[in-house]
Nanobody
Framework: QVQLVESGGGLVQPGGSLRLSCVAS????????MGWYRQAPGKEHELVAT???????NYADSVKGRFTISRDNAKNTVYLQMNSLKPEDTALYYC????????WGKGTLVTVST
């Protein structure tokens, strides 16, 4: 059984920054891919960024240059540093782990507003 626990969401003004964290626990394959997805009200679930256990990263075009994904393999933790946040970044952010199967966290809410 694999569990993912996210933290770090909250309310931030446009132009501000937030850092999301996700800790994975359980039976995790040595090679895996961790990432972040998001879903805004009335919109489809979408990829934000992913990072493999060997460091390969992938970003959505909408966040390139503003968001940075990183991970600590020893801690089974993935981070998402979000800078220059925009109101359109408001969404529920979900942590994802691909390790044989596909696992999801419960989500952490990010609200960008004045």
């Amino acid at each position: 059984q694999v569990q993912l626990v996210e933290s770090g969401g909250g309310l931030v003004q446009p132009g501000g920054s937030l850092r999301l964290s996700c800790v994975a626990s359980g039976n995790i394959f040595r090679f895996n891919v961790m990432g972040w997805y998001r879903q805004a009200p009335g919109k489809e679930h979408e990829l934000v960024a992913t990072i493999s256990s060997n460091g390969y990263t992938n970003y959505a075009d909408s966040v390139k240059g503003r968001f940075t994904i990183s991970r600590d393999n020893a801690k089974n933790t993935v981070y998402l540093q979000m800078n220059s946040l925009k109101p359109e970044d408001t969404a529920l952010y979900y942590c994802n782990l691909k390790s044989g199967l596909n696992y999801w966290g419960k989500g952490t809410l990010v609200t960008v507003s004045t």
